[in-house]
């Protein structure tokens, strides 16, 4: 269904001649516009569809644990159990 025009008859050519002679006059400037938008922008568009969807939250990642729950000492290996313990004991990781 085709759109209704608010302006009548004369008006409403008028209007359009004026937009179609705006759009011609401005036609050079909007596209060297464009183009520098585009370049200014292009990094920013490549960096976010390299990450398909990663959101920008960065985690830093502790170096050390510090902390400990029952299931790590259970499953950690017989040549580590003993450092484990011993760094329990002396206060340097806290048992959750």
Do not use: C, W
Request: hydrophobic fraction near 30%; glycine fraction near 4%; charge should be positive.
């Amino acid at each position: 269904m085709p759109r209704k025009s608010l302006k009548v008859g004369a008006k409403a050519e008028q209007s359009r001649q004026y937009q179609r002679k705006y759009y011609q006059l401005h036609k050079k400037k909007a596209k060297e516009y464009q183009h520098e938008y585009y370049l200014e922008h292009r990094r920013a568009r490549i960096r976010t569809a390299r990450r398909h969807g990663r959101s920008d939250f960065v985690a830093p990642r502790l170096a050390v644990k510090d902390y400990l729950n029952k299931s790590d000492i259970i499953h950690t290996p017989v040549e580590k159990l003993p450092a484990i313990l011993h760094s329990i004991i002396s206060g340097k990781i806290t048992l959750v």
